[in-house]
């Protein structure tokens, strides 16, 4: 099964979303801090392109890193990492860091990263995804119209965007 879709739009080059590989660390550094730059916080960013080589591309990764892009532009990124809820017993990733390029296409870009997210979880046996709003640049009726929708698709996926919403407390902030 192909992870990787393109997403019809009325633009000449179609919007492509798909799992990131090794050679886009750079790429995903520069929308990390892109992030945290228009959340106001760019001090923020630790991270390098080498942590994301080391935990994201090796024998065991860490995560899973999806990306938006037209053309050879990168106009959004998506971080899930495995999850389990002890609480339900099932298997499911937590979207830790979320990003689409504001703009006309947004809502398209945010509706691709996450669909893609929910179809890598799934394939997984994943039975639920949170998505943290604090990592995101979405606004919250932009992502909440967006989860609607593909909660409708497949009610099995339980997609929420608070631990609290998932029923479990969370350990750590």
Do not use: W
């Not at 393109?6 to 990131?20: C, D, F, G, K, S």
């Not at 006309?104 to 890598?120: F, N």
């Not at 497949?154 to 919403?165: G, H, L, M, W």
């Amino acid at each position: 099964m192909t992870f990787e879709r393109q997403l019809e739009n009325l633009a000449p080059e179609a919007l492509v979303i798909r799992i990131a590989t090794a050679v886009d660390v750079h790429e995903l550094d520069s929308m990390v801090r892109r992030l945290a730059t228009l959340l106001g916080r760019p001090d923020v960013v630790e991270s390098s392109p080498d942590d994301f080589l080391q935990h994201g591309f090796g024998a065991a990764p860490r995560f899973t890193a999806f990306i938006a892009s037209k053309g050879r532009v990168n106009l959004g990124f998506a971080i899930a990492i495995p999850s389990f809820c002890s609480r339900r017993g099932h298997p499911g990733v937590l979207i830790d860091a979320f990003f689409a390029e504001p703009g006309p296409e947004q809502k398209l870009i945010a509706r691709g990263l996450v669909s893609l997210a929910i179809d890598h979880c799934e394939g997984r046996g994943g039975r639920y995804v949170e998505i943290y709003r604090r990592n995101s640049n979405v606004g919250s009726s932009l992502l909440e119209g967006v989860l609607q929708d593909l909660h409708r698709r497949n009610p099995q996926i339980r997609v929420a965007t608070s631990s609290e919403e998932l029923g479990i407390e969370p350990l750590l902030h």
